[in-house]
């Protein structure tokens, strides 16, 4: 059975809308859950791509708690760092090209070299939490063992309607508080699901086709926000006051993980190799409102 692309995760924020995007381009995708192929079990790895002989694959599969990575970095380091060597191992064995999904938390975010600066993709990593630090790992595990056809896709701040997330909680919120307090002092990029599914698409074809070389590549959002800003725009959004949101720091909510605060990402690569970055995060936000509403409807008493 041979299928162009396979997405692993498949059943997460983003890795349903990565299969929605390849079935509405008209793309061959095998899509697995976790249930459907644990990334960390090696023979099952193999099993997988020996079976569907993939183009290419999609690494959506993650730890993507960076709460609970803190309490449990050797279960986060498995998952993100483990299992995405199992894929790449496979991919080497089998000729398939790789895209491994990662996150604007591999960097500090003190200063971004001084004056609030975008990270370039070749920058150099520093996490500040145990998330972080597990998808360093699996993002060298990438390039040591696809040099030629691993690619490193770092996101940031995914919203989208397949599942819980920060703007449907602001959307519930909305309804449920008089006044939400939200963090002003983490700065970074909201990026639609779907945005970024479609620019995964438009890189593995690049890939495919010989224009987008092997390497890092930044999938966020253009400009950015801190999440005080985002929540008041999903506010103004539904129509309602903007100022009913208040802003609050980090060091008030007391997350285990400590976040970056300023880790928007730059998208310069993306020139170099002939494709658009992906639109403003206030775009895609506009734009991916409807699905966003109707995924938090009430639920209708039976």
């Known amino acids: 059975m041979n299928e162009a692309w396979l997405v692993t995760g498949s059943g997460g924020l983003l890795g349903q809308d ?41 690494n959506c599969a993650a730890f993507a708690a960076p709460d609970k990575a803190e309490t449990d970095e050797e279960g986060a380091l498995r998952i993100n760092g483990e299992g995405t060597r199992n894929l790449a191992d496979a991919c080497a064995e089998f000729r398939a090209h790789l895209i491994h999904i990662s996150t604007d938390y591999v960097f500090s975010g003190d200063d971004s070299g ?37 690619y490193v896709f770092r996101t940031a701040w995914l919203f989208g309607a397949g599942r819980t997330n920060f703007v ?25 699901t779907m945005d970024a599914a479609e620019q995964l698409l438009r890189l593995g ?64 690569r993306w020139h170099t190799v002939g494709i658009e970055p992906i639109r403003h995060w206030r775009a895609g936000l506009k734009a991916a409102f409807p699905s966003l509403l109707k995924a938090e409807e009430p639920a209708q008493p039976m």
């Open 168 to 192: 449907r909680t602001m959307i519930r919120l909305e309804r449920e508080k008089d006044h939400v307090d939200v963090v002003a002092d983490q700065c970074g990029q909201p990026t639609w």
């Open 114 to 150: 001084g004056a609030a600066v975008p990270f370039a993709e070749d920058a150099p990593t520093c996490p500040v939490n145990a998330y972080g630090r597990t998808k360093v790992v699996g993002e060298r595990a990438v390039f040591a063992c696809l040099p030629g056809t691993g």
């Open 205 to 268: 074809r690049a890939a495919l086709g010989g224009q987008a070389p092997a390497g890092t590549y930044h999938g966020s959002a253009g400009g950015q926000a801190s999440w005080y800003e985002l929540a008041r725009e999903v506010f103004r959004l539904l129509g309602a006051d903007p100022e009913r949101v208040r802003p609050s720091t980090g060091a008030a909510f007391g997350r285990p993980a400590p976040r970056p605060a300023y880790s928007a990402l730059g998208h310069a």
């Open 18 to 58: 990565v299969m929605t995007g390849l079935r509405e381009a008209g793309e061959t995708a095998k899509g697995f859950d976790h249930k459907g192929l644990d990334i960390t079990d090696a023979h099952a790895v193999r099993d997988a791509l020996a079976k569907h002989r993939p183009a290419i694959v999609i």
